[in-house]
């Protein structure tokens, strides 16, 4: 691990803002806009499992309930996610090392693929 920087000390985190030079503001921007993306998609899922819920759908109210809980529960790890990423990919930058990969991505998509497939379903 590296020693603190004095620029990074005080900043919190100290594990991201510790480590490394302070990368151009124009990258540590643009991955603020992707963690804020990412919280927008999250807050997205949240609603959309809330008016799953209040709605009410001809079909099995279980599966009806168990989508909008998927969806709550997507957003949730989303927002985590979100902040996870744009952590590791400001350490990285800092570090001037390869950012990290997007592999949440596909299991979002995918979650949202049989979601999606479910509604269809549960409307139908």
Known sequence: MTEP???GRGRWPSWVYGAGATPDPRFSLANERTFLAWVRTSLALLAGGVALDAVNLDGPAGLQSALAAVLVVLGLLGAAVAWLR???????????RPLPGTTALAWLALALVVVAACLVVLVL
Do not use: F, G, H, Y
């Not at 744009?86 to 001037?96: G, K, P, Q, T």
């Open 5 to 7: 920087t004095e620029e």
């Open 86 to 96: 744009w952590a590791a990919s400001e350490r990285a930058m800092r570090l001037r």
